[in-house]
């Protein structure tokens, strides 16, 4: 049976002594991408915790913190059906009881695509990433590659820091339409749902210039960025032969959607 906790104190009730424990940070609202990690999670054969939360630190003045959807109560049954061993589901006075008095600063590598248009939300991210990991002792942790750039940080981070953690990056899901599966797609009305799925489409090319094509092409579509960077999202080096990753961020109405695919150059 899954065990709902709240708390640290309820949460090391749950774990005991467990030494070998596989963590899956959401902010819940899941759909089948989350599902997928957990399932990944539970193919390892060790106790598994969950943890929903919307971290406040995620969104800066203006962004849809207060509109995120909260689906507790489904998230906790789906869980329950996966097989999930815990989920934390703490309150921000749980996660922050002194407010966000510290936080992780990401490097350079935060300040570009993603934080460049959200400059305090990869600090927010490594700051709750890393106190889910030593509240859960987790020893493993399953990321989706769909926030591509938070995976690389998260990494960066446990490199860093000599945290005592692996982390699987899990393949995207994606709708029947090749739209990357998120918690944010619910916002689509049914005709922007299509007009979403030239993301996906110009990605599939491999190939920036057809893809940029392809988008310039969308008038519904407001484009903030595309991108080919090295896998660990540096600038491509001249001459470059070898594996690379080709990453979008756009607005369709008022929904902010990212997506990534990996790309080989000169192959």
């Given at each position: 049976?899954?065990?709902?906790?709240?708390?640290?104190?309820?949460l090391?009730?749950?774990?005991?002594?467990?030494?070998r424990?596989n963590?899956?940070p959401?902010?819940?609202?899941?759909?089948?991408?989350?599902l997928?990690?957990?399932?990944?999670?539970r193919?390892?054969?060790?106790?598994v915790v969950v943890?929903?939360?919307?971290?406040p630190?995620h969104?800066?003045?203006?962004?849809?913190?207060?509109?995120?959807?909260?689906t507790l109560?489904?998230d906790i049954e789906l869980?329950?059906?996966e097989?999930?061993d815990?989920?934390?589901?703490p309150s921000?006075?749980?996660?922050?009881?002194?407010g966000?008095?510290?936080?992780?600063?990401p490097?350079t590598?935060?300040?570009?695509l993603?934080?460049?248009?959200?400059?305090?939300h990869?600090a927010?991210?490594?700051?709750?990433v890393?106190?889910?990991?030593?509240?859960?002792?987790?020893?493993?942790?399953?990321?989706?590659?769909?926030?591509?750039?938070?995976?690389?940080?998260?990494r960066h981070?446990?490199?860093?820091?000599?945290?005592p953690?692996?982390?699987?990056?899990c393949p995207?899901v994606?709708?029947d339409?090749g739209?990357a599966?998120?918690s944010?797609?619910?916002y689509?009305?049914?005709?922007?749902?299509?007009t979403?799925?030239v993301?996906?489409r110009a990605?599939?090319t491999?190939?920036?210039?057809?893809?940029?094509?392809?988008?310039d092409?969308?008038p519904?579509?407001?484009?903030e960025y595309?991108?080919?960077t090295?896998?660990?999202?540096t600038?491509?080096?001249?001459?470059?032969?070898?594996p690379?990753?080709?990453l979008?961020?756009?607005?369709?109405?008022?929904?902010?959607l990212i997506?990534?695919?990996?790309?080989?150059i000169?192959?």
């Open positions: 049976m899954t065990a709902l906790v709240r708390t640290a104190d309820e090391s009730a749950v774990l005991g002594a467990t030494s424990i963590l899956v959401t902010m819940g609202a899941l759909h089948n991408g989350h997928s990690l957990v399932r990944a999670a193919a390892a054969g060790r106790l943890s929903i939360f919307v971290n630190l969104f800066a003045a203006g962004e849809d913190l207060d509109a995120y959807p909260r109560d489904a869980l329950g059906a097989g999930v815990a989920v934390f589901a921000v006075s749980t996660m922050y009881p002194q966000p008095r510290t936080t992780i600063h490097g590598a935060g300040t570009i993603e934080g460049a248009s959200r400059p305090t990869f927010g991210v490594l700051t709750v890393a106190k889910l990991f030593n509240l859960t002792r987790a020893t493993d942790a399953y990321f989706g590659e769909k926030d591509y750039q938070q995976l690389v940080l998260i981070m446990i490199e860093d820091l000599n945290l953690v692996r982390v699987h990056g995207i994606r709708e339409s739209l599966m998120s944010r797609n619910r689509l009305s049914a005709e922007q749902a299509l979403a799925e993301l996906s990605l599939a491999r190939d920036i210039t057809k893809a940029r094509a392809l988008l092409a969308s519904d579509v407001d484009l595309l991108a080919l090295t896998p660990e999202l600038e491509i080096p001249a001459g470059y032969r070898g690379a990753r080709l979008v961020a756009a607005r369709v109405g008022t929904t902010r997506d990534n695919t990996a790309v080989e000169g192959g």
